[in-house]
């Protein structure tokens, strides 16, 4: 549609400037002018009709093509929600529960834990208030984190920022209070 408007456009530009060739030797020559100043102004309001079209044809494909673009970002704004809580169901703690074979055999690891962005540098997402809470400072896990040996121990899982770890410790780990509780 916009490339035959462009082509009527230009046929009739070319029309109106016969139509203007044609007044000014009808000038010269004294003949009907009305005649031609009426074809010229029915040119140039054919020519306006032309431009008001390919005006509505250019609205109307911005707003189709800002209407697509709504669509768009609505559905990448549904996707990454949905990446987000696939994520945060998908991730797992890796828990090694103390009374397990594992952990009787001697096999402790540090595990990592980054169930929310941002650990340790405070938490600024909302928690679940489902979710446990582990440690001395009593937060949820994140980072890398790492079971007391004690078997009895009440806290059980600690983050290794709060308890002064950079690294897991070789051998059987203690938490400070099962250390005093030991040491006793």
């Known amino acids: 549609a916009v490339v035959s408007t462009q082509s009527t456009g230009e046929d009739l530009l070319s029309e109106i400037q016969d ?3 044609r007044y000014l030797t009808t000038l010269k020559t004294n003949t009907d002018k009305s005649k ?5 102004k029915e040119k140039f309001d054919q020519s306006h009709a032309y431009s008001d079209d390919k005006v509505q044809l250019a609205m109307q494909t911005y707003e189709m093509v800002d209407k697509h673009i709504r669509r768009l970002d609505t559905d990448l704004q549904r996707l990454e929600a949905k990446q987000r809580s696939s ?4 991730e797992s703690r890796m828990f090694v529960d103390k009374r397990s074979d594992n952990k009787k055999s001697g096999d402790q690891t540090a595990l990592p834990f980054s169930l929310i ?4 540098e405070g938490l600024d997402m909302p928690v679940d ?3 446990p809470t582990y440690c ?9 984190m ?5 078997t009895d121990c009440p806290v059980e899982w600690f983050h290794f ?6 690294s897991k410790p070789k051998g059987n780990w203690f938490c400070p209070r099962c250390s005093k509780d030991i040491g006793k």
């Open 87 to 90: 994520e945060k169901t998908s």
């Open 117 to 120: 962005s941002g650990a340790g």
């Open 146 to 150: 790492i079971g007391c040996d004690n």
């Open 19 to 21: 139509c203007q060739h």
């Open 161 to 166: 920022a709060c308890v002064g770890l950079t």
């Open 136 to 144: 001395l400072c009593h937060q949820v896990s994140y980072g890398e």
């Open 129 to 131: 208030p489902n979710e």
């Open 36 to 40: 031609c100043l009426s074809e010229i």
